[in-house]
């Protein structure tokens, strides 16, 4: 059985979401802040995380990292209001795998649930313990980048995803399209504006190497140079 740490501070809504997951046979721990939810966490066993972001104590942006932190693999889906650029891209930043607009349905609301755990699945499948490439070597189980120099650099659920998928395809171009299905599963403005945050932030990591690069090819994708 599926199980889900819920975090939502609104009682009514909370019980009506809780009460119709368990109806679909999910396992659901609802907690009403951020801060009781970052504390029973690391003991919760939970398989996914839905957080509403504005919330009592400890916002869900926060509440995300601070999840993060104890658990680099786990998905964590958004409930949010707010729909701007700034505020998705913040969520992705924190830690979020995909984030559901207010008011939603359960039939929508189980899908995107599915959708990332099954996406989470496929990439621990997919995972060798380690990929050495240029001067680097990237452990994917770990999220761990380890630089010329020695030193580990933690990766984010994102970072990882899309380094996993370049290094698939060496001196090669990967669509974006094909990122954006794989890690956040659909190809929308928010999603791809969200993607090049994450490009940006790869190739500073990879600076220590001048034999390694992501070049953009306009309109296509990414090519890999190793």
Request: hydrophobic share 40%; net charge neutral.
């Amino acid at each position: 059985m599926t199980k889900i740490l819920y975090v939502e501070d609104e009682p009514a809504l909370g019980k009506i979401v809780k009460e119709s997951l368990q109806s679909r046979n999910y396992d659901v721990i609802m907690v009403e802040d951020g801060l009781s939810a970052l504390k029973i966490f690391p003991n919760s066993q939970a398989d996914i995380c839905v957080l509403d972001i504005m919330l009592p104590k400890m916002d869900g942006y926060t509440l995300a990292a601070g999840i993060r932190k104890h658990s680099p693999q786990i998905p964590i889906l958004f409930l949010t209001a707010k729909s701007q650029v700034e505020d998705v891209l913040k969520g992705f930043q924190s830690g979020g795998n995909d984030y559901l607009k207010k008011p939603f349905s359960l039939e929508e609301l189980i899908a995107r649930i599915e959708n990332l755990l099954i996406l989470t699945d496929s990439q621990k499948n997919n995972q060798k313990l380690e990929i050495p490439f240029g001067k680097f070597i990237f452990n994917p189980s770990r999220y761990e980048l380890k630089e010329p120099n020695g030193e580990i650099r933690r990766l984010s659920h994102k970072e990882a995803g899309i380094l996993t998928i370049l290094l698939e395809n060496p001196n090669q171009t990967t669509e974006r399209k094909k990122i954006l299905m794989q890690l956040w599963g659909d190809d929308s403005y928010f999603n791809s504006r969200n993607l090049d945050v994450y490009i940006t932030k790869l190739r500073d990591y990879l600076k220590a190497d001048r034999q390694v690069e992501i070049i953009t090819i306009k309109g296509i994708g990414y090519y890999f140079s190793i």
